[in-house]
């Protein structure tokens, strides 16, 4: 990093545009830390409450993960499938 014009230590002639973008996404960044279910929250979609326990709470703390969780809109059931990186361990699973 180079300084390119040595001015004042304190003063307010930088760009505000470019100060509300820097600060928005360190406020998106840092957002998980307040509100674990952000995405949730944020979202037009309303998921059902199995769907926000299987994602928050057995999917997400798995590390690493490699897992795809998948829903057929057009089934006509609720039935969803979850498919590891190992179909051997999960026998039933696509893979």
Not at 22 to 44: G, M, N
Not at 68 to 85: C, T, Y
């Amino acid at each position: 990093m180079k300084i390119i014009e040595k001015g004042r230590a304190w003063s307010f002639e930088a760009d505000g545009d470019l100060f509300r973008l820097v600060s928005e996404a360190q406020r998106i960044r840092l957002a998980h830390l307040f509100d674990p279910y952000l995405a949730v929250h944020t979202s037009p979609i309303d998921p059902l409450p199995h769907q926000i326990t299987a994602v928050y709470g057995e999917m997400l703390p798995r590390q690493p993960l490699r897992f795809l969780l998948a829903d057929d809109p057009g089934a006509g059931s609720p039935a969803q499938g979850i498919g590891g990186d190992a179909p051997q361990e999960a026998p039933g699973l696509v893979g």
